[in-house]
């Protein structure tokens, strides 16, 4: 499956794309081959492996089987963030250590950690996950939390994967969930994607738009087998997010696998929202946000018939975003200011935008139902409602009004605020 994206050449978006990641071992015991991958293309080279301790307890065993003699460092921290001290620590350790190739062997926090460090360091990484949490594995975009604000930065691809499905089928149920969570928001992502290009002409793929529908698909065709997790049916699982990931690389952005789902779950995790569940996973928060985004998504696009018919101004205002924000950690309001100047709904092209509203429309209706979201999410025992998360409307309201300036990104949410299209203390329904 992987062999045949490896090189796309002469692609439709007028680029070729090239996958950074060249190997990909997806099976029961993918680990007993990674000696002969370090033989063929890393010979001679010294490795770390870096964990935390619960990927250490699930996969240092089967690695030590296979690399007898490898060098281990294990993340510690009473919840392990991708931040300052995370990324020091590795960058310390394989600096005095003399290390030159690095193996990220956990979930999403470790991969990421890993790449960033590899890409400032300019090592190779091989990516060994060891649950099917995120469908971050192969990208090369790194979600960090830098001065307490998540912020996504260039990283390294890994130039393997070596995904032991023996390994991450024994993972919690919770992260597979979490997993499925996160390839939903594809649907989403990709429909604002879709919509981007049509009414502000942003670049688009739709070889790598296609792909990425092809991997939520998979997934979603298999939710009750993914649901049993045996190894076959979480290698479908596993396939997928590898996938999702690999379209990131293709395009060089997270555009394809980020939207205003992911917005909702990223302005979770650095606001101290009270008696929210901050251990809640990346995917359960998005899987909420997607279940929300697909039951508002149809009304937003139709929304956007009022630019065009009534003139309507755009009202993005900085200074009342800023107070929005004004109660959340420094560094959160000046990463808002930051990503959000100029604004990036100035780009909207209402000429394109009536021109091109049907097909809008069109897109908006491919868009599945909250409910059928809901009926995936549930047969993991995935969370689907913000309630789960210990929150509550009145904060869902606020979140809504405000998540989606944690990035510049061109999405109906953001368009309903940016044009007041909709008015969040009335209609949300609950
Ligand atoms: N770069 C990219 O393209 C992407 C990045 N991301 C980022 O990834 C992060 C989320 O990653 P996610 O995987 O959800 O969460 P974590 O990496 O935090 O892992 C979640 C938990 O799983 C534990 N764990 C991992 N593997 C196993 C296992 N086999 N058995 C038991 N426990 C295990 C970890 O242990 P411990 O507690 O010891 O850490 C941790 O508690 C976010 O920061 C998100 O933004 C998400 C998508 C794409
Ligand atoms: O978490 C990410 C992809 O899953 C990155 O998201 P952003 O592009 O919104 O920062």
Known sequence: MFEEILD???????????????????????????????????????????????????????????????????????????????????????????????????????????????LKQDVPFISVPTAASVDGFVSDNAALTLNGAKVTLPAKAPDAVVADLEIIAAAPLKMTASGVGDMLSKYISVADWKIGHLITNEYYCPFVADLTLKAVNIIVDNIEAIRKGDIESIGTLMEGLLLSGITIQMVGITRPASSFEHHFSHYLEVTPIEGIDH??????????????????????????????????????????????????????VEMVEKENTPTITGNLNVGL????????????????????????????????????????????????????????????LRLMCDYRLFDFDKELTF
């Open 8 to 118: 796309v050449k002469g692609c439709a978006c007028g680029h070729n794309h090239t996958l950074k990641t060249r190997d990909y071992i997806v099976e029961r015991n993918a680990m007993e081959k990674l000696p002969a991958l370090l033989e063929k293309s890393f010979a001679g080279a010294k490795p770390l492996a870096v964990f935390d301790q619960n990927t250490y307890d699930a996969a240092y065993p089967k690695l030590k089987k296979a690399l007898p003699d490898i060098d281990t460092l294990i993340l510690t921290g009473e919840k392990i963030v991708p931040n300052e001290f995370q990324l020091d620590t590795v960058t310390q350790v394989l600096k005095t250590g003399g290390f030159d190739l690095l193996l990220a062997v956990g979930a999403g926090v470790i991969t990421d950690v890993t790449r960033y460090v590899a």
């Open 279 to 332: 251990d809640a996973l990346h995917g359960e928060k998005v899987g909420i946000g997607t279940v929300n985004a697909a039951k508002y998504y149809p009304i937003f696009a139709e929304r956007l018939g009022r630019i065009f018919r009534e003139n309507l101004e755009n009202q993005f205002s900085m200074e009342r975003v800023k107070e929005y924000y004004s109660k959340y950690p420094q560094s959160v």
């Open 353 to 412: 935008l009536r021109q091109n509203f049907d097909k809008v429309r069109q897109v908006a209706s491919e868009v599945p139902s909250s409910e059928k979201i809901v009926s995936t999410l549930r047969t993991v025992n995935g969370y689907t409602d913000y309630h789960q998360i210990g929150m509550t409307d009145e904060q869902f309201k606020e979140t809504m009004k405000i998540c989606c300036y944690i990035r510049n990104r061109f999405t109906l």
